[in-house]
């Protein structure tokens, strides 16, 4: 038997000071709490945690180290109808765990229900008391202690910042060039294959799919599948240890905060997709593994008339209760965590307007925002929220207080309906400005909007010019699961691919996506992949596909190597004009007395647009950038100015003639980029004042103002 000592009650989690470990879980409702210690035979040992101060029981045990498996069995009544689910059969993860050790087992024989499962809707009623520590994952204590080398973060501004959303796993599962050890984990990411292709692409930072530890759920165990996204946590703190080519016993942190440093030094910065809204416990018939056995009327949102159930903002079964504070402390020390420990830079929060709801309704002065803007780490880390859920009045994109950018559903949704013209030229310029109408009435600048055209939720690019209906039958929901994107825009017969001309019209409408993207006004987010064409064979919800499905096909590909190439040149082109990137709105006026405006919309005549050309006219735009008064640094360090550009839409079908603007604008234009010829050379072709330029249907032509032969010169290189 160890020795047991007091303790304290905070830090909470287990806190390891050299010559033991300090153990402190809260509960409020508990009535008792039972530490489980663990050998390297499974061998269990008891420790009762008698003290407790704050609703937290602690204890602190001498000897106990970095490596220790450890669970809680927490004990108090077990009651549904009054919101309390004890049950000291069940094993339970720490919420503080700062490593977990690996997944759960689904088997037949063991049940890590909380409840007789007898398959009715009624089932919980009755407590089950078979013990299920064979089969649940333990919680490990962890030498916190780590040589970031002096490692300085990025700190990049939005206004430079080029996202690029991908997965751990999936990014580096088949790449050649990278050790089949490493494929798939931390270190795969932070290998010099992998770091070196997203230097040469030109993106600055990678927003990660999560990477809390999840639990899959048990449904796609009986499937075969597994939860590939990971948006089902169970450890807010502990990096999800089948990403780690290390070790699961505390070597994953190590090699998390490897990744991180290597990235930094590469100047990339690290965005964490995190889902603090709900958990992987599910609805009221789910499993319990660590907070609905811990405390569930605490840490879950119960019906204010039937606490048995949980509301649902999610659709996932629960919600997470931000309202109660010991609950908002916990989703406060694992951003603090993730910030000052593991050096990350910002966050992505899934489904926030779950976040934001004080009871039903979503409150954009909530305590949620009060505590993170009042903080002093995490009001100046990147915040970036998904400002949607499925409850009722979720949809808040333009609603999110300052410090916060967001995921613009409404610039994804315009920008393809445009392409596929189903959208007007108002809107259309609208997005392209920065969606100055949703950001600019409380004091945002335009990198509160985060432009996408696609995510990891729905189709790739390649698939979305591809299909017009989903194909999830991998999936094994007979396809009734994602959804049923009415956006796509299938060029030519679904999924045909031996037809020339069609695929060639399919990699021209995602050159048109991708130069849309890069052009706008506000932060760019790439999809991982869409630069190198990666196709899901048309699964628009490929969450459970740990697969070819879902990895990214590293293999040959003249096709995908010219649009990588592509993509590559827009990011270049965006990060070298400040004229695509502005830190203030576009909003037509003059940038001083007698000047030309900060843009100019032009119709095909090369005059400019009426009210009626707004809401009633062609697909097709010309819009005029004044670069004139923007600053920028020439190759030499000197201070600058730069160009203006001329960039002209045209999403008909058919070819469409543009008259340049007069020579107030610019007397001399040369070709920068086109849609429809990406092999064309930036400078390869002129064209004066006045004079008409074809633009091909479905295609984008940019001119720059010739007028700066340097410049040009440096926009190639």
């Known amino acids: 038997m160890k020795e047991v000592w007091p303790g304290r009650p905070f830090p909470l989690g287990p806190t390891w000071n050299g010559e033991g470990t300090n153990f402190s879980l809260f509960s409020e409702n508990a009535e008792r709490v039972v530490l489980c210690l ?36 927490v004990l108090g009544p077990y009651a549904p109808d009054e919101g309390h689910r004890f049950n000291p059969a069940k094993l339970l993860i720490d919420p503080y765990a700062k490593a977990i ?42 030498d916190p202690h780590f040589d970031w080398e002096g490692d300085v973060p990025p700190r990049l501004p939005f206004s430079d910042m080029v996202i690029y959303e991908t997965h751990v796993k999936g990014f580096t599962m088949r790449h050649p060039e990278i050790r089949d050890e490493l494929r798939g984990t931390y270190a795969g990411l932070a290998s010099d294959p992998a770091i070196e292709y997203l230097t040469s692409l030109g993106v600055t930072a990678v927003e990660l799919l999560p990477v809390h530890h999840i639990c899959d759920e048990s449904f796609l165990a009986d499937r075969g599948l597994t939860n590939y996204w990971g948006y089902s946590t169970i450890g807010f703190m502990a990096p999800h240890s089948e990403y780690a080519a290390t070790g699961s016993d505390g070597q994953q942190v190590r090699e998390f905060k490897g990744m991180v440093k290597a990235l930094h030094q590469a100047g990339i910065e690290v965005i964490l997709d995190v889902v603090y809204n709900h958990t992987a416990e599910g609805n009221h018939l789910g499993p319990t593994l660590s907070f609905k056995g811990i405390d569930n009327r605490s840490y879950y949102r119960l019906m204010p008339d039937d606490l048995r159930h949980y509301m649902d903002f999610t659709g996932t079964g629960n919600s997470l209760n931000p309202v109660h504070p010991s609950v908002l402390r916990v989703i406060m020390d694992s951003l603090r965590y993730w910030a000052t420990e593991c050096h990350v830079d910002g966050f992505r929060f899934d489904l926030a307007s779950a976040l ?103 189709f790739t690019l390649a698939d979305l010019v591809s299909y017009n209906n ?42 048109n996506f991708l130069t849309t993207l890069f052009v706008s006004q506000g932060t760019p987010m790439l999809l ?112 600058t100015h730069d160009d203006s550009f001329i960039l002209m839409f045209n999403a008909h079908e058919d070819d469409r003639g543009f008259m340049l603007p007069r020579r107030r604008f610019g007397a001399q234009w040369q070709l920068e980029l086109s849609t429809a010829d990406p092999s064309a050379e930036a400078g390869s072709a002129r064209y004066g004042a006045r004079t008409e330029v074809t633009v091909t249907g479905r295609s984008i032509l940019v001119l720059r103002h010739a007028s700066n032969g340097r410049r040009a010169h440096r926009a190639r290189g």
């Open 101 to 142: 050790e690996g997944m759960v087992t689904w088997t037949e024989d063991v049940n890590v229900l909380p409840y007789v499962p007898t398959g009715e809707e009624d089932a919980d009623f009755e407590a089950d008391d078979e013990d299920d520590a064979s089969v649940v994952p333990k919680s490990v204590v962890v």
């Open 528 to 639: 991982g992949g869409d630069e190198m064409m990666r196709t899901q064979g048309g699964n628009n919800n490929g969450w459970c596909q740990d697969n070819e499905v879902s990895w990214y096909d590293w293999g040959e590909n003249p096709q995908a190597e010219e649009m990588r190439e592509f993509t590559r040149r827009l990011i270049r082109l965006r990060r070298e004009h400040p004229v695509f990137h502005r830190n203030s709105f576009l909003l037509g006026r003059e940038l001083r007395d007698g000047g030309l405006p900060d843009v100019w919309w032009f119709r095909t005549d090369g005059r400019k647009m009426t009210r009626r050309d707004w809401q009633h006219g062609e697909p097709v735009l010309g819009m005029f950038l004044n670069g004139a008064e923007i600053p920028n640094v020439g190759p030499h360090g000197e201070e």
């Open 356 to 458: 934001a709801r004080e009871f039903y309704d979503v409150d954009r002065l909530s305590a949620f925002f009060d505590v993170i803007h009042q903080d002093p780490v995490l009001s100046q880390a990147k915040l970036i929220a998904e400002p949607w859920d499925v409850g009722p009045g979720g949809y808040q994109v333009g609603n999110f207080p300052v410090l916060w950018s967001e995921w613009n559903g409404i610039y994804r949704d315009t920008m393809r309906d445009f392409w596929r013209q189903h959208a007007s030229v108002g809107d259309f310029a609208s997005r392209l400005a920065g969606s100055s109408d949703l950001y600019a009435r409380d004091g945002r600048d335009p990198f509160a909007s985060i432009n996408f055209i696609t995510a990891h939720d729905g």
């Open 470 to 511: 989903k194909h999830n039958e991998a999936n094994l929901e007979d396809n009734q699961d994602g959804t049923d994107d009415n956006r796509s825009w299938n060029c030519g017969a679904e999924g045909k691919t031996d037809d020339g001309e069609i695929l060639t019209l399919r990699a021209r409408q995602q050159r």
């Open 38 to 73: 663990y050998d390297d035979t499974g061998e269990e040992m008891c420790v009762e945690m008698g003290e407790r101060a704050a609703h937290n029981f602690h204890c602190y045990l001498p000897g106990v180290g970095p490596g220790q498996r450890y669970g809680y069995r």
